[in-house]
């Protein structure tokens, strides 16, 4: 079984900057492709970014150039980031990190979900 577990949420205000981590673990994890999404009451879970694990990335268009999607791979651990800049309101979601075993950048794809951070930015 894969576990994700998410870290790095918070308050910022408009125009900061915040760093998610999710740790990857469980059996053949170098082989998930993984991915960012976030869900905002009343609204569809949306993507945000992903990565292959061959690393290829894929963004949002809101988020294209403000965000940045990476990775840190071991045997049996992957470390995936988002770096996020120039927050502002509209970022505000709960994000949940991702994966994948045949891709991570559309929900169908997804076979694994975290709990979720908290990302909060006021204006």
């Known amino acids: 079984q894969v576990q994700l577990v998410e870290s790095g949420g918070g308050s910022v205000q408009a125009g900061g900057s915040l760093r998610l981590s999710c740790a990857a673990s469980?059996?053949?994890?170098?082989?998930?492709?993984f991915g960012w999404f976030r869900q905002t009451p009343g609204k569809q879970r949306e993507r945000v970014a992903c990565?292959?694990?061959?690393?290829?990335?894929?963004?949002d268009a809101s988020v294209k150039g403000r965000f940045t999607i990476y990775q840190d791979r071991a045997e049996n651990t992957v470390q995936l980031h988002l770096q996020m800049e120039s927050l502002n309101p509209d970022d505000t979601a709960v994000y949940y990190c991702?994966?994948?075993?045949?891709?991570?950048?559309?929900?169908?794809?997804?076979?694994?979900w975290g709990r979720g951070t908290q990302v909060t930015v006021s204006s």
């Open positions: 991702a994966a994948g075993r045949y891709g991570a950048c559309v929900i169908t794809a997804v076979n694994f």
């Open positions: 469980g059996p053949s994890i170098s082989l998930y492709s």
């Open positions: 990565i292959a694990s061959h690393g290829d990335t894929a963004y």
